[in-house]
Nanobody, 122 residues
Framework: QVQLVESGGGLVQAGDSLKLSCAASGRTFKDYSMGWFRQAAGKGREFVVAISWNPSSTYYADSVKGRFTISRDNAKNTVYLHLNRLTPEDTAVYYC???????????????WGQGTPITVSS
C-alpha cells in the first residue's frame, strides 16, 4: 500500500511560484497514476492535474494549464507540482492522490495525502 506525504505549500504573493512535492512510500508507486487536487475554503475538491504511471501522459485543468507543471520521478517515489504565476484564486489545500487509473475523476483515486495549504495574497 502506498502512503503519500505532501510538502512545499506556504504563503506567497500573486505572481510568485511554488514547488510542491508528494513523497510516496511503498514499492508499487510506479504502478500508480498520480493526481493533484485542491480544495478551497467552502468549496468541493477539484481536479488540478494528472500524470500517468509512465510519465508520458499528463492532463491539466483549464484553470492551471500553462501555469502549472506536473512531473514524477519513479526512482525517487516522488511526484512534483510546479506552480507558476500564482493568483489568489489558486488559494487552497493541495492534495496528491494515487490511483490505478489515469483519470480526472476524483473517485478513481484511492490513496490520498494529508494536503498542503497554499495561500496567495494579492
Amino acid at each position: 500500500q502506498v502512503q503519500l506525504v505532501e510538502s512545499g505549500g506556504g504563503l506567497v504573493q500573486a505572481g510568485d511560484s511554488l514547488k510542491l512535492s508528494c513523497a510516496a512510500s511503498g514499492r508499487t508507486f510506479k504502478d500508480y497514476s498520480m493526481g493533484w487536487f485542491r480544495q478551497a475554503a467552502g468549496k468541493g475538491r477539484e481536479f488540478v492535474v494528472a500524470i500517468s504511471w509512465n510519465p508520458s501522459s499528463t492532463y491539466y485543468a483549464d484553470s492551471v494549464k500553462g501555469r502549472f507543471t506536473i512531473s514524477r520521478d519513479n526512482a525517487k517515489n516522488t511526484v512534483y507540482l510546479h506552480l507558476n504565476r500564482l493568483t489568489p484564486e489558486d488559494t487552497a489545500v493541495y492534495y496528491c492522490a494515487a490511483g490505478t487509473t489515469y483519470s480526472v475523476r476524483i473517485n478513481n483515486y484511492t490513496i490520498w495525502g494529508q494536503g498542503t495549504p497554499i495561500t496567495v495574497s494579492s
